[in-house]
Structures are given as structure tokens and as C-alpha cells.
């Protein structure tokens, strides 16, 4: 993984007790798949709104007066939407992680605004797109539906559906569920935005130059010759994507797989074996 891009992680420890918190918001408000937010807002004596915000913010979480109040942008994204979905859980998180939750009532800390972009390198933030990711898609559910499949493009489709999450969402909780060694890449332009590996990886350095994607990849064909792949490509060696693989040339293939967003001249690749 190269330096530029590289994030602090959450500590597994961290994760366990984030994980075992959205169960249990999950559990007290079982109201089935996909979850339903709204209710658990109600539920929680939270209130919200959806509301025209220009690009300020996706959500925000406010507390006035002794009162939590969640914000929602329709400007970013649409009521319902796997992006606002995401958004809501992840403003949820600021109010049942106790730490964020205390912070905004004695005033240590501001209402700030959240943006569902997956590469803030803050960790509070980290750690609501983590709680959102395992209150989507809660434990028990999710290792139900991803046990003995492989994974590829039929189990992004079938997990994106019945949650209602977008693909990027479901692989921030796939990736640790340890299941598949996996790296997820996102790249605007032909250059890395930002990316994610599994601890079970075991390649941590892109070839990349200045930040750009890889020449011989699936990717780049993208950005540099207009090809869109629809399945799946298993024609890549690790070097093709990574530095120092301590393996020997055209040994150790890897499967390269891209959902673009053309509007955005943007795409997520994912690499796994």
C-alpha cells in the first residue's frame, strides 16, 4: 500500500466493541431487513429532517438544548438511497458511540458535518462508518448470507439488494468478515482516492507512480482506453498490481474486478485470490 494513501486503522479490539454496540442497537430495535433507521431514531427520541443543503454537508448530528437532532441532505443524495442509508446509520453511530455522544453534550466538540465518501482519515469518523456498516448489515444476518459463497458480482448483487446498501458499504463490511483475502480500491481519474485490505492481504505496496493506477490492470484500461469489463478478471499476476510480492513473475494470479461510475469518471476495483 503506498504511504500516500495509507489510513490509521481501527484497532480490532475497537472494532469488537463498535460491532457488539450496532448488534445491540439492532437487536432492541428488531424491526427486520433492511433495517429501518427512521424507526430507530424514533425509537431513540431522536429527530431528523431531510433537507436541501447545497454541498455542506451528507448528514450531521446537532445536540440543542439537551436534544439530538440528525440532519440529511437531500442534495447529496436521495431520501432512502444506499448513500443516504448510510449516511443516517453512520450519524446514528455518533449517538450511540458513547465517546462522540458525550463529546457533542458537555461541548467538547462541535457539531460537525459527516460526508459519505469512505476516506476521512479522522478516526471518530472511522469509527461511525464502521458502526453504520455492522448496523446495516448486522452480524448474525450477514455471516448467514455470505457463508459457503463465493464472492464475486452475484454476491455484491444479492447483498447490496436485500440491505439496501451500496457496494462500497457492503465491502467495508465484507472485508471484515475475513472471509476472502481481499483489497478494495477507489480511483477518480486514474488516480487512487483511497484504499482498503483486509489484515489477511498479504500484499500492502500498489505499483503506483505519483498516486496513479497501475498500467497493466483492468483499471487502467478504463481511464486510459474507454474498456469496461463486466465479469470478473483473472488474467492478472500480483505484480501487475503490487511491489515487492516475494513471488516469482507470472505465479501468483489475483482476480480484478471494477464497478465504474462513468458520470464520475470514477471506478472501485476490487482485487482478490
Known sequence: MTEKNQ??????ARKRVIAKLAEGVFETFDY?????LERIANGSGLTFNYGHY?????GMLEHLSGEFHIYMNLDKAAQGSPRSRFTFAHELG????DEHR???????APSHPSYTNFKSEIIIEKEADYFASCLLMPENE???????KQFGPELIDQITKKYQVSATAFLLRYINLEKVPLMVVCSKGGKI?????????RFKYLKSIKGSIPVCTATSEFYSKNVEYSTPQSDLFAEDWFNYTNCEPNT???????????KYNMVLTIIWY
Open 252 to 262: 501468483f494470479k489475483i482476480t480484478e474486478y471494477c464497478i465504474y461510475a462513468k
Open 7 to 12: 489510513k490509521p486503522e481501527l484497532k480490532i
Open 54 to 58: 447545497e454541498d455542506f454537508f451528507d
Open 193 to 201: 482516492v483511497w484504499n482498503w485490505q483486509g489484515k489477511d492481504f
Open 102 to 108: 458525550i463529546a457533542l453534550q458537555e461541548g467538547f
Open 94 to 97: 455518533h449517538y450511540y458511540i
Open 142 to 148: 450477514i455471516q448467514n448470507d455470505c457463508d459457503k
Open 32 to 36: 427486520g431487513l433492511p433495517v429501518d
